[in-house]
Each structure stands twice: as structure tokens, then as C-alpha cells.
């Protein structure tokens, strides 16, 4: 069966791109050659994107803003406003379904557009949903999605709440690249990143956008403790790298953006890191446990709080409290041991394989 397959994504945060280019890999894979990934956001307006972009990045310093655009968002789901989200982007997704008439709209945002979208048979094409968060913000559900994808268990009792029939929602896990699922030979990766084998490694991940307050101050503190190696992964704030550089700490290695970041989830023995959806389902694939810095209220927080419950994580709110979770738990063997199992239990595998099954079947059916 040949398939138009149309994913859509957006630019806040690296995560909705890289879940979008792991589910058009997987469908390739599968001989379904016909994928078109579109950032609607950027490609619709992308003046507008830009400046939401920047307020995004800003809102880690304002949280109690965002949490009220956030919560308050949710209350507006039923309301005629929320109409101008519904229709954003929709006229270029008109442009693109003429070009390319997918089969069928794969949204790793919640995009509510391409509910309005018809094929050339002026029937509507169908929509899944991948809710890329392990909390389901109501811009997420629509009663004429046809299906969706979530992380676990505990979200599909949340949709059920919602009225969104069982048969409606799948536990797949959320998707990321293959990379994190592969077994790598540890010693090549220590010497590749110019590592010591006997010093334990603790992993900084500030994100795409590089954004961590306090990261010189953890950096300084975890830096005078000679038995561990840190790694900081800056993304693409370069004045951050640069400021860190100049740190000349002997114990610390500083990246930018770093393609194959798996290699250092693999030899690390922790995590700092912002609770993004998508970083926390890397970590889960690779086992790493998890220092969740100060979450921001929404999405973030959200997630944070529900692997705090899992026992996989721990939330530090502000740079003392990291440091010393951080050391206490690099310490504690057991403690770390207890946090990869309970991971193991969390982690859904192959969540890009089982997607791509299941929407398959639906369309064939």
C-alpha cells in the first residue's frame, strides 16, 4: 500500500522535530517512502513563530506567566478563541495537501488545524495525535482526532476521563531516534570524548536552546570534587559554552549542539536536565537517572513530578540543592540502581515501530 504520509511539528524546543524525523525514519523503513515533515508554525508565519519562539525561551524566568498561559489555556479549549488556534497555519496546509494529498496528518504538536483538511475526494483525512508530554494539555484532544499516542498508562485513564474512547488512545511510549535503543561499545565512547574509565561522568543537557540559569555555579561546585568528570551539553546558546570555556576546570568538557548526544547518556551516571518530554523518554531509553532542575509550571513540571513519583528522578530547585542531590546520588549505588529499574519499567520500546503499525492498520482498515 502506498501511503502520502504528512507529519507536523514545531520549533519550541528541539524535541517535536526529532519525534517527527524518528516517525518518518521508521515509516521509510518500513517501505513507505512518501513522508513530508512540516513545520507549520515556522512555514505558516514564521514572524509570528519567531517572536513566540523568544517569548518561550524567556517564559524559564517567568514562570508563574507561564503557567498561567498554560492552565489558563486549557479553560479556553471550549471557548470561541480557542477557534483562531484551530484555523492556525490552516491556509498553508490547504497549499500542501494540494501539492502532496496525504493519505493521512501525523501532529507532534498540538496543531488543530489539519482537522479542517479534505482530500480530493472532499472526505476528511485522518488525524493521529502523538502526545509528546507525560501530561495531556487539553489542546492535545479533539472528539474528530482519530487516534492517539501516548506515553502511559495513567494518561489513557486521563483521556477516558476526557470522553476519548479507550479504542481511541494507544500506550506506545513517545518516539525517539534508534540511536538510544542501540548497545554501543562504552570504551570506544570514553575514548572518543577523551574521558577517564575510572571516574563516574555526570551529564549536564541544557537543551536546544542552552537555557540554565545557574549552570556556571553547578559547574564550579561539582567541578571541585576530583572524583567525577562533568559534561555539558549547551545546544545552541554559544555565549554559554563560551562562558563556560573560560572556566578552564580540568574535570569539565563543554559542547554545543551535539548530533549523537546518546554517546553520552550511554557513559554518564546521571543526568541534569530541564523535564522535556522528549529528553526524559531518551533518558528512559538509555536508563540514566535523572537530576530534574527547578521545572517550570506546565508541561515541565508536570512530567517532573511524575517521574519524582516513579522514583526516577529527583527535582532540585535551585543550584545548591543540584549539586548536592547530585552528589549524594553519584555516591549511592543502590540509589542509582533503583532509579535504572525503575526506568526499565517506564520505558515503552520501539514507540516509533508500534506507531507506524498501528496507523497503518487504521487506514488499511
Known amino acids: 500500500m502506498n501511503l502520502n504520509i504528512l507529519i507536523t511539528t514545531a520549533p519550541f524546543g528541539n524535541g517535536h522535530k526529532m519525534v517527527a524525523t524518528a516517525l518518518k525514519n521508521a515509516f521509510i523503513n518500513k517501505g513507505y517512502n512518501n513522508v513530508y515533515v512540516v513545520d507549520l508554525f515556522t512555514e505558516a508565519h514564521p ?10 525561551i524567556k517564559s524559564y524566568d517567568f514562570g508563574d506567566a507561564y503557567s498561567k498561559l498554560y492552565y489558563g489555556s486549557e479553560k479556553l479549549t471550549d471557548k470561541r478563541v480557542i477557534e483562531l488556534y484551530r484555523i492556525f497555519g490552516l491556509k498553508k496546509l490547504e497549499e500542501i495537501t494540494k501539492e502532496f494529498n496525504p493519505d493521512l496528518i501525523i501532529n507532534t504538536f498540538p496543531i488543530l488545524s489539519p482537522l479542517k483538511i479534505k482530500n480530493n475526494n472532499n472526505k476528511n483525512v485522518p488525524v493521529f495525535n502523538i502526545v509528546t508530554d507525560f501530561y495531556v494539555h487539553k489542546l492535545w484532544i479533539s472528539e474528530e482526532i482519530d487516534k492517539f499516542y501516548i506515553a502511559t498508562n495513567e494518561l489513557q485513564e486521563e ?38 574509565r575510572g571516574k563516574k561522568i555526570v551529564l549536564i543537557n541544557s537543551g536546544a536552546f542552552g537555557v540554565f540559569r545557574d549552570i556556571k555555579k553547578v559547574c564550579i561546585e561539582l567541578c571541585k ?11 545552541n546558546n554559544k555565549l554559554q559554552k563560551a562562558k563556560l570555556d573560560e572556566l578552564g576546570l580540568k574535570n569539565l568538557k563543554v559542547f554545543g549542539f551535539i548530533e549523537n548526544i546518546d554517546e553520552l547518556y550511554k557513559i554518564s551516571s546521571c543526568m541534569i536536565t530541564k523535564s522535556g ?3 526524559l523518554s531518551e533518558a528512559l531509553a538509555v536508563q540514566i537517572p535523572l537530576v530534574i532542575i527547578k521545572p ?14 516513579k522514583g526516577a528522578a529527583i527535582i532540585a530547585d535551585n543550584a545548591y540543592q543540584i549539586v548536592n542531590s547530585t552528589i549524594e546520588l553519584i555516591n549511592d549505588p543502590t540509589m542509582l540502581n533503583a532509579m535504572r529499574k525503575n526506568m526499565k519499567k517506564m520505558y515503552n520500546k520501539s514507540s516509533s515501530e508500534k506507531i507506524v503499525d498501528d496507523v497503518v492498520e487504521s487506514i488499511e482498515k
Request: proline share 4%.
Open 47 to 56: 514572524k509570528i513563530t519567531e517572536t513566540i519562539k523568544r517569548a518561550y
Open 159 to 196: 483521556l477516558k476521563k476526557m470522553n476519548i474512547p479507550v479504542e481511541k488512545t494507544v500506550v506506545s511510549g513517545i518516539p525517539v531516534r534508534d540511536a538510544f535503543e542501540e548497545i554501543d561499545n562504552l570504551s570506544k565512547l570514553y575514548t572518543k570524548f577523551n574521558f577517564r
Open 225 to 235: 570534587n576530583k572524583t567525577i568528570q562533568v559534561a555539558v551539553v549547551c545546544g
Open 277 to 279: 518530554g522528549i529528553t
Open 296 to 309: 517550570v509550571p506546565g508541561q515541565e513540571k508536570e512530567n517532573a513530578l511524575y517521574f519524582e513519583k
